[in-house]
C-alpha cells in the first residue's frame, strides 16, 4: 500500500473559548473544513487522486495525542442529530436531560430572527435580533410582568457560519450564557430574587417564532454531546 500525508501549514491562528479551543472539523468524500470560532481555518478539496478521502464514508474515528498528559474530548456530531426544526406554525416541543448545565443549540438564518425558547417552570430566553432579547424569570423581582420579571439586554453582533448563525445558549440555576462563534455575547447572573431561574431546572422546553416563514433548529445538548462550535 501507498501511504502519503499531506502537511499543512501557515492557517489562522485558533481563537480561545474561555480556557479551551474547540475545533470543529467537517469531512466529506469532496473536502475536510476545520473552522473555529465561526472562522474557516482551512479547506481541503478532494479529487480522483485522493483515493479513500474521495470515495469512502469513515465508520469510526480513533484519536492519538502527543507531549500532553490531561484529557482531550472529542463529539461526533451526527447530521441527521438530534435537531428539532419549528417554525412560525409547528413549535418544538423537546424533553430537557436532568444536567447542572442545560445546553440548547440554535441555527437560524444569518439575517437573525425574533424567537423564543420556553423553559417549562422557569421562564424564557428571548431573542429578537442579532443585539437585543430577554430573559424572564416566573414569580421574580416585582411579579409586575405576567407574574414575574423580564429582563431587555443588549449583546455583541453575532457572527454567521456561511449562511446560518449558531447560538449556545448555557442555562443553570446560577445563571444564563449566551455565546456564538466561540464568543460570550451575553451572561446573566441569578440570585435569590429571581426565584424559579435560580432553583427549578427546566425538564421541557418549547418554542415560538415571529416573522419568519422558514424553519430553525432546536438541538437539546446531552451528556453525550461534549462539545459544540
Known amino acids: 500500500k501507498q501511504w502519503y500525508q499531506r502537511r499543512v501549514r501557515g492557517w489562522d491562528g485558533m481563537t480561545c473559548d474561555g480556557d479551551n479551543i474547540i475545533l470543529s472539523i467537517e469531512r466529506s468524500t469532496s473536502a475536510v473544513t476545520i473552522k473555529n470560532a ?13 483515493a479513500r478521502c474521495s470515495d469512502t464514508i469513515a465508520t469510526q474515528v480513533k484519536t492519538q495525542v502527543w ?10 456530531l451526527d447530521n441527521g442529530d438530534d435537531s428539532v426544526p419549528f417554525s412560525l406554525a ?23 430572527v425574533w424567537f423564543k425558547l420556553f423553559l417549562v417552570g422557569v421562564g424564557h430566553i428571548e431573542i429578537f435580533s442579532k443585539t437585543s432579547g430577554n430573559i424572564f424569570c416566573k414569580e421574580a423581582g416585582a411579579q409586575n410582568w405576567y407574574g ?10 453575532m457572527t454567521c457560519d456561511g449562511d446560518d448563525i449558531y447560538l449556545l445558549i448555557e442555562r443553570s440555576t446560577s445563571g444564563v450564557t449566551i455565546k456564538n462563534a466561540g464568543n460570550v455575547l451575553y451572561t446573566q447572573s441569578f440570585g435569590e ?26 438541538t437539546v445538548l446531552n451528556e453525550n ?3 459544540w462550535n
Open 38 to 50: 465561526g472562522n474557516v481555518l482551512y479547506t481541503q478539496n478532494f479529487g480522483e487522486n485522493d
Open 67 to 76: 507531549n500532553y498528559e490531561n484529557d482531550l474530548q472529542l463529539a461526533v
Open 90 to 112: 409547528e413549535r418544538a416541543q423537546v424533553p430537557v436531560p436532568d444536567r447542572a448545565i442545560e445546553q440548547y443549540v440554535v441555527k437560524l438564518p444569518c439575517d437573525g
Open 148 to 157: 414575574g420579571q423580564k429582563t431587555d439586554f443588549t449583546m455583541d453582533g
Open 193 to 218: 430574587n429571581d426565584a424559579r431561574c435560580s432553583d427549578t431546572r427546566s425538564t421541557e422546553v418549547t418554542t415560538q417564532v415571529w416573522n419568519y416563514e422558514g424553519n430553525l433548529y432546536l
Open 225 to 227: 454531546s461534549s462539545c
